[in-house]
């Protein structure tokens, strides 16, 4: 298993224990497109904070995949962003999550935990409202940031299948 799966797999449990959910813990109100389209935008805002003269290309995945979050048809879209360095480049890993948490940590439905990666380089999770998460963090060769994405949790329409990508 690979280290990119095992954190989305740790990241998917981390994230649907997260306490803003509702009873049964998914947005009702909220899309399958809606979902997503929050997803990919938090993916962007969290790409801002690498800085620009280090960036060679930002590649934000269009397509994820679907995990169970709710016993009633309860998904979350995840999805991923890769920033990639330019050559010579690179990013203060530390800086980049303490800048992360000082503009999540504190409130407007966000909260933030350390994330470090499996060989001890720092990353962090934003925690949002039913049960969405992002991890971002570097890559293990060190070119670029991962940004891994679960939407907040909602309930797949009947007729839509969750091993479909999206």
Not at 5 to 27: K, R
Not at 35 to 57: D, G, R
Not at 79 to 91: F, I, K, N, P
Not at 103 to 121: L, S, V
Request: with cysteine; hydrophobic share 35%; proline share 6%.
């Amino acid at each position: 298993m690979t280290t990119l799966t095992t954190s989305m797999v740790l990241l998917a449990a981390l994230s649907g224990c997260a306490d803003d959910t509702t009873p049964g813990g998914a947005d009702k109100s909220l899309t399958l497109n809606a979902a997503k389209a929050t997803a990919q935008e938090m993916e962007s805002e969290l790409a801002s904070y690498v800085p620009s003269e280090s960036i060679a290309s930002i590649e934000q995945r269009p397509y994820g995949s679907l995990l169970s979050c709710d016993r009633e048809r309860g998904y979350q879209w995840s999805g991923r962003t890769d920033v990639t360095y330019r050559d010579g480049a690179s990013v203060d890993p530390q800086g980049l999550v303490d800048a992360i948490t000082a503009a999540f940590g504190n409130g407007d439905g966000f909260r933030t935990e350390p994330a470090p990666t499996i060989d001890g380089q720092p990353g962090v999770h934003v925690i949002g409202q039913f049960g969405a998460g992002y991890l971002v963090n570097e890559n293990t060769d060190r070119t670029a940031v991962q940004i891994l994405s679960f939407s907040p949790c909602f309930v797949l329409p009947d007729g839509m299948s969750p091993s479909k990508q999206y």
